[in-house]
């Protein structure tokens, strides 16, 4: 299961990243399904686009942060394919629930997320994600779980007090 937590707006890149999902051949998407959470504009696109998939393609809406939270642990990967984000705390999120990230180049984190820790694959053009929609579904296990480990780890540089640490270091040097 694949999930993007976003806003369901242009600007997240949720159509493409259905259309793209679509496109791949039967056997590339063979048991997966795509899964969005949030709600915004496009959302009645999505829908249709879901009716089409035969299910694999599903809308959860708006959820709670401790639904979120379950959607994020029950997934084996998160995608984000925004268009223009400079640090979509989304990605973070799902990096400490251990879960590899499908990230687009436009997010402004994308090296400390997901290129520096090797912890997934990068979306070079949200307006087709196929490329690391592939590379996601055809990855092994084991590689899944060494970049959700990698993203887990990863995700400690950014709690509270390391943040607050890195920003003081950074004033006073």
Not at 35 to 57: C, M, T, W
Not at 80 to 107: Q, Y
Request: with cysteine.
């Amino acid at each position: 299961m694949l999930v993007q937590v976003s806003a369901l707006t242009e600007r997240k890149g949720v159509l493409p990243l259905a259309q793209a999902f679509l496109g791949l051949s039967e056997t590339d998407r063979a048991g997966a399904c795509l899964v969005f959470v949030g709600e915004g504009e496009l959302r009645a696109d999505l829908e249709g686009l879901a009716a089409q998939s035969a299910g694999s393609i599903r809308l959860l809406g708006q959820l709670s942060p401790e639904e979120v939270r379950q959607v994020l642990w029950a997934a084996d990967a998160f995608v984000l394919n925004t268009r223009l984000d400079p640090n979509p705390l989304s990605a973070i999120e799902a990096s400490a629930a251990g879960l590899p990230i499908v990230m687009s180049a436009a997010a402004g984190n994308i090296t400390e997320i997901v290129e520096a820790p090797n912890a997934g694959f990068v979306i070079r053009d949200p307006a087709d994600p196929s490329l690391a929609l592939r590379a996601v579904l055809s990855a092994s296990d084991a590689e899944l779980t060494a970049m959700g480990e990698r993203a887990a780890a990863n995700a400690q540089r950014f709690d509270a007090p390391a943040v607050a640490r890195s920003l003081i270091n950074q004033l006073y040097p």
